[in-house]
């Protein structure tokens, strides 16, 4: 008999507050749904020398031994907050950023770096201030407003979020990972035809990536239609990471089915903080 997977029941939890994983790993990650989230993008920013470290842990090496030659130096503090958050050290990224946009204040890189070392500890409401400061209403910049989307929408505050993904895509039409982080933006409010439509948008882009292609499965499946998720989530890849990516939906999709009185997970859904 064919397993019924029930989008209501899964998203039914009052709070409806989305576990949002924001993965700093490397080429592996991608091969699993549960790491498909956003760029929050040490990965994708650029260095900010010409001959940077390209392994996460060498790089913490060498930002770290400039920063602590000279820990006001905005140049070293960037680079090794950056290199902390690539190789998944987190907290003591958001700690070098603070220290740093203190000793440079106004020092927008360093004030866009901190917010997004924010928004990676979960301090969104820190990180959407902050984020505030880094650019400016007559020359924002989109990748800034993304992120400040996804920590409105971690926050619940879905309508605002949705403003600043506008405002983006007003700067980067048909941009895949903002238009990604609309569609589970309509997901975590239980619009999930709204949220398919910006995901096919997403999806439709030669820049879409795997991310993309991970949230459009989800979003599909936990409306019922888990043999077209199914489709979507084995798309051009390998045998092995198709099976566990197929693994991993079924099982996110298949917490709707616990039994009565035990605790509703939601779904890690996968909002990409683009840089």
Request: net charge positive.
């Amino acid at each position: 008999m064919r397993q019924r997977f029930s989008p209501a029941r899964l998203l039914a939890s009052a709070s409806l507050v989305a576990m949002v994983a924001v993965n700093l790993g490397g080429c592996t990650a991608m091969s699993k749904l549960s790491d498909v989230t956003g760029s929050v993008g040490a990965r994708a920013e650029a260095a900010p020398t010409d001959r940077a470290p390209t392994d996460p842990a060498r790089a913490v090496e060498v930002y770290g031994e400039r920063y602590r030659a000279n820990p006001k130096d905005a140049d070293a503090a960037l680079g090794y907050g950056q290199a902390l958050r690539a190789n998944g050290q987190r907290a003591q990224a958001a700690a070098v950023l603070e220290q740093a946009t203190i000793a440079n204040p106004g020092n927008k890189a360093l004030l866009a770096q901190y917010g997004r070392a924010l928004a990676d500890n979960g301090n969104f409401q820190q990180a959407y201030d902050v984020l505030s400061k880094a650019h400016s209403p007559d020359n924002p910049d989109w990748r800034l407003l993304s992120v400040q989307g996804t920590a409105l929408d971690q926050m619940g505050r879905h309508e605002e979020a949705r403003s600043y993904y506008a405002s983006a895509l007003k700067i980067a039409p048909g941009d895949p990972g903002v238009l990604s982080n609309l569609g589970l933006s309509y997901m975590l409010s239980r619009e999930l035809p709204k949220a398919e439509e910006a995901l096919r948008q997403a999806y439709a882009s030669p820049r879409a990536n795997a991310r993309v292609r991970q949230n459009l499965a989800l979003v599909v499946g936990l409306q019922g239609r888990f043999a077209e998720a199914e489709t979507i989530v084995k798309a051009d890849l390998p045998p092995d990471q198709a099976a566990a990516n197929v693994a991993y939906l079924k099982d996110m999709l298949s917490r709707s089915e616990a039994p009565h009185g035990a605790p509703k997970r939601t779904p890690v859904a996968s909002l990409s903080q683009s840089d």
